[in-house]
Antibody, heavy 115, light 110 residues
């Protein structure tokens, strides 16, 4: 069974940093591209970042470019999102999602940016 | 403004057919696959349609997807109360180098 479990969310002040992790199981992690998708409270889905199977190709949404960094460790079956210079508008549930077409989603981790 | 536009709401009575549209452009829907997701209240999204018209295993055949030019549609036939949810289309955009979700459509079963 495919499982994606996010962790690392929490309350952080504006300008602060947070690192999200996603533990993958039930499939060959290194064979799949991965994404981060977020959803602000009461709002729609917003794609955040994409990383290829070996991390050689990475894309970001304009809203996070230069502040967020995606990475992966295929030996640990893990995906990461380093978030710096956080703003109030980054408050959202962050989902780890598998593959180009986003076929499996984790349950999400809530990031709240507030003073 | 979003790259992919959906109507904010749609509704129908049990057993009816409901269609949700997704309007995009030549660099997204016009040249890439479309995906559809269902999000029940308080839950993570679930993939309903991939590659514009394919259903993952476990998705009822009441759900179907189609694409024509720069637009796509999701049809729900035999509407059921458990179909009440938010629905999102999505596609990769070659010009913007990103994966974009539609604005979302809330389906209500009357």
């Amino acid at each position: 069974e495919v499982q994606l479990v996010e962790s690392g969310g929490g309350l952080v002040q504006p300008g602060g940093s947070l690192r999200l992790s996603c533990a993958a199981s039930g499939f060959t992690f290194s064979s799949y591209e991965m994404n981060w998708v977020r959803q602000a409270p009461g709002k729609g889905l917003e794609w955040v970042s994409y990383i290829s199977r070996i991390g050689s190709t990475i894309y970001y949404a304009d809203s996070v470019k230069g502040r967020f960094t995606v990475s992966r460790d295929n030996a640990k079956n893990s995906l990461y999102l380093q978030m710096n210079s956080l703003r109030a508008e980054d408050t959202a549930v962050y989902y780890c999602a598998r593959d180009t077409g986003v076929d499996y989603w984790g349950q999400g981790t809530l990031v709240t940016v507030s003073s | 403004q979003s790259v992919l536009t959906q109507p904010p709401s749609a509704s129908g009575t049990p057993g009816q057919r409901v269609t949700i549209s997704c309007s995009g452009g030549s660099s997204n829907i016009g040249s890439n696959y479309v995906y559809w997701y269902q999000q029940l209240p308080g839950a993570a999204p679930r993939l309903l349609i991939y590659r514009s018209n394919q259903r993952p295993s476990g998705v009822p055949d009441r759900f179907s997807g189609s694409k024509s030019g720069t637009s796509a549609s999701l049809a729900i036939t035999g509407l059921r109360s458990e179909d009440e949810a938010d629905y999102y289309c999505a596609a990769w955009d070659d010009s913007l180098s990103g994966f974009f979700f539609g604005t979302g459509t809330k389906v209500t079963v009357l």
